[in-house]
């Protein structure tokens, strides 16, 4: 079974740059995976932040960027704000129809 | 903008089929993928199923033995059913439109506990 991971948790500082990364268990993340990027809030739905890899969705501020780093995905938060304190997931599409999501990172800004 | 919104029981009893619906509002549910999502209560996401607005279904190979999902056109409306539930099914159940290479619309979610 495919597992999607990430970093359990980040610290960063107001105003500090974050990158967290989307890694499988087998195998590398291309841009053929269509990596999407969604942040939530408690008691939210999720919000996309990035699709496609890169492409920031609708309305969301540039300090969020998308990117391959190596056999893995990325989502870098520069100049973070107290209202980046968030759950961060990946997802990535597996092919065939199939989606997988990440295990998701807790970003504290601090 | 095309919003989505959950219904069905909150509470569900253990090795019983859970249902949910589905309705789209602000948009036609042609021509699109729709997905079923859920999270336990202080965990991650997990996908669980898509549906074609034609009928043609994908399923997580986890949950694939148990879930049946369909689409009523005529109503704007697409459904869940998992069946065999026991209480690790407990969850925020949250169905999405899947565009634009991700998740890009999503319903509120709702909650169903699976509890004798």
């Known amino acids: 079974q495919t597992v999607v991971t990430q970093e359990p948790s980040f610290s960063v500082s107001p105003g500090g740059t974050v990158t967290l990364t989307c890694g499988l268990s087998s195998g590398s993340v291309s841009t053929y995976k269509y990596c999407s990027w969604y942040q939530q809030t408690p008691g939210q739905p999720p919000r996309t932040l990035i699709y496609?890899?890169?492409t920031r969705s609708f309305g969301v501020p540039d300090r969020f960027s998308g990117s391959i780093l190596g056999d893995k995905a990325a989502l870098t938060i520069t100049g973070a704000q107290a209202d980046d304190e968030s759950d961060y997931y990946c997802?990535?599409?597996?092919?065939?129809?199939?989606?997988?999501f990440g295990t998701g990172t807790k970003v504290t800004v601090l | 903008q095309v919003q989505l919104q959950e219904s069905g029981p909150g509470l569900v009893k253990p090795s019983e089929t859970l249902s949910l619906n589905c309705t789209v509002s602000?948009?036609?549910?042609?021509?699109?993928?729709w997905s079923w999502i859920r999270q336990p209560p202080g965990k991650g996401l997990e996908w669980i199923g898509q549906?074609?607005?034609?009928?043609?279904?994908t399923y997580n190979p986890s949950l694939k033995s148990r879930v049946t999902m369909s689409v009523d056109t005529s109503k704007n409306q697409f459904s869940l059913k998992l069946s065999s539930v026991t209480p690790a099914d407990t969850a925020v159940y949250y169905c999405a439109r899947y565009g634009h290479y991700c998740f890009d619309s999503w319903g509120q979610g709702t909650l169903v506990t699976v509890s004798s």
């Open positions: 602000g948009g036609s549910i042609n021509n699109h993928y």
């Open positions: 496609g890899t890169n």
């Open positions: 997802m990535l599409y597996m092919g065939g129809g199939i989606y997988v």
């Open positions: 549906i074609y607005s034609s009928g043609s279904t």
